[in-house]
């Protein structure tokens, strides 16, 4: 079984700053990762995931996030946020061993003030 | 071109009532899941379809939960004599492939059972 802990609730963060928004993660066999983003009143988008290779995973509108295994971590960062960053964000995790379920954190609230 | 779709978007149903949820993919997606959303939590697997097989139902929370994909494109969740706890957000997701890496997902039906 796999379980997702997302560590802050809340992030607010000023417009340009860096942000990182934190992803634990545990599981008895190996995974897949996962960002997803929720905007207001729209459905989860996948920011990026993590499959193998590369432990450094860039994806979309500047974020990336780095797999660290020893850690069981799998952090998102962006070196400068925009107001538009502000929503919901969602780390998740899913045995790469032919399982179906995708287990996901309770979500960070990114709030990105001017 | 078109993503995911859910209808209704909103459903207010009485306690005892019974409630059909239902999802269009993508066309041409193998793969599709259920999930439910509880306020301020993360999406929750419910059920997953590869073309019209259920492969995966042990996320239902009870058996008032059924859904199904007959013909291996739209899929149905209905829920029996609804009850209060099962107010949320039912979320739809579909991948193109077996491997499910990358799911799309809809913009969820928000249900709320009075």
């Known amino acids: 079984a796999q379980s997702v802990t997302q560590l802050d609730s809340q992030v607010p963060v000023f417009e340009e700053a860096p942000v990182e928004l934190r992803c634990n993660y545990s599981?008895?066999?190996?995974?897949?990762l996962f960002w997803y983003v929720q905007y207001p009143n729209q459905g989860l988008q996948l920011l990026l995931k993590?499959?193998?290779?590369?432990?450094l995973v860039k994806g979309i509108n500047g974020f990336e996030a780095e797999f660290n295994k020893s850690q069981t971590s799998f952090h998102l960062r962006k070196p400068s946020v925009h107001i538009s960053d502000t929503a919901e964000y969602f780390c998740?995790?899913?045995?790469?061993?032919?399982?179906?379920?995708?287990?996901f954190g309770a979500g960070t609230r990114l709030f990105v003030k001017a | 071109g078109a993503g995911v779709s859910q209808s209704p978007r909103y459903k207010v149903a009485k306690r005892g009532q019974d409630v059909a949820l239902r999802c269009d993919p993508i066309?041409?997606?193998?793969?599709l899941f259920w999930y439910q959303q509880a306020l301020g939590q993360g999406p929750e697997f419910l059920t997953y379809?590869?073309?019209?097989?259920?492969?995966?139902k042990s996320g239902l929370p009870s058996d008032r939960f059924f859904a199904e994909r007959p013909e291996g494109s739209v899929s149905t969740l209905k829920i029996q004599r609804t009850q209060q706890e099962d107010s949320a957000v039912y979320l739809c997701?579909?991948?193109?492939?077996?491997?499910?890496?990358?799911?799309?997902f809809g913009p969820g039906t928000r249900l709320l059972v009075l």
């Open positions: 997701a579909s991948s193109m492939d077996r491997g499910q890496e990358t799911q799309y």
């Open positions: 599981s008895s066999v190996s995974v897949y």
């Open positions: 993590y499959l193998s290779g590369s432990t």
């Open positions: 998740a995790v899913r045995s790469n061993t032919g399982g179906f379920k995708t287990i």
């Open positions: 066309s041409g997606h193998v793969s």
């Open positions: 379809f590869q073309n019209e097989a259920q492969l995966d």
